[in-house]
């Protein structure tokens, strides 16, 4: 039998295999939606991953997913029942029962008048009683500098001899933060290894500066854009029923929130 094929994986590779985690995020938004959703919107969409777990529920559910990096939004190309579009989030009018911001991309958004002028044309393209998610990370060590690593195996068919055994260690790295403009500069990092052996390693592989936006703020800017109601959520459905539909419930008790957390924060139509 022959050996599987092999090649090196990109840093998006390694982005989706160690950030991201599409069908969570698929049962999160079906919870928070709480009926039948079946048409999404993803933006700053990276390579759509969420898109891709999205329209593959069935025929009936389509995605559009907007980003500027069309390299990344490539991933989609093929996709049946994916849209994608490459430039601004501002252009984008496709109409969604449920739009999904990820990933803390939401701090693209620098300042209170830029945050309000999109969660407005936001609440513009939901449908009735859709909702619109994204997360955010809080609590203690929100500004603290340092990093965190994490090991994630990585498949075969991305090893260096087409075999497994070797590991991702993904660092996330908080550079720069200042308490007093909510500004941060974080970078992610990734490296190959097996047994002390290092094959490649990615610095800097992706890069960000934005605003963090605490739950306050982000609930404050969503009833000023006009949405009906606000809530917190966890990252993951709290059950799923025998039929397989997921439920959540907002997370309203403080003590339930842990001393450094990451949140979703939904605005409902």
């Not at 998006?12 to 069908?23: A, F, G, K, N, R």
Request: aromatic share 10%; net charge negative; with cysteine.
């Amino acid at each position: 039998m022959s050996e599987p094929a092999s090649h090196t994986p990109t840093a998006q590779d390694l982005y989706e295999l160690c950030v991201q985690s599409p069908t969570h995020v698929v049962s999160l938004l079906r919870a928070v939606h709480g009926d039948e959703p079946v048409l999404l919107g993803e933006d700053f969409a990276g390579s759509g991953a969420v898109s891709r777990a999205w329209v593959g529920q069935g025929e009936s559910h389509q995605a559009w997913c907007v980003d500027r990096d069309s390299e990344a939004l490539a991933r989609c190309d093929g996709i049946q029942r994916v849209t994608t579009r490459v430039g601004d989030v501002m252009e984008e009018d496709a109409k969604a029962d449920a739009i999904w911001v990820g990933n803390f991309s939401i701090g693209y958004h620098h300042d209170r008048s830029s945050l309000l002028a999109y969660l407005k044309h936001v609440r513009s393209r939901l449908k009735a009683s859709g909702v619109f998610v994204c997360d955010t990370y809080g609590g203690e060590t929100a500004y603290t500098i340092g990093e965190v690593h994490r090991f994630h195996p990585l498949p075969a068919q991305h090893s260096p001899d087409g075999k497994g055994g070797w590991r991702v260690r993904y660092t996330w790295e908080q550079r720069e933060a200042n308490p007093l403009t909510g500004m941060v500069t974080n970078a992610l990092h990734f490296r190959i290894e097996r047994a002390g052996f290092i094959d490649a390693e990615l610095i800097d592989a992706f890069v960000y500066h934005w605003r963090l936006w605490s739950i306050p703020e982000l609930r404050d800017a969503m009833a000023e854009a006009g949405f009906g109601s606000t809530a917190v959520y966890g990252q993951l459905p709290d059950a799923v029923d025998d039929e397989g539909r997921p439920y959540i419930q907002p997370t309203e008790d403080p003590e339930d929130v842990e001393d450094s957390f990451i949140l979703c924060v939904a605005g409902r139509a």
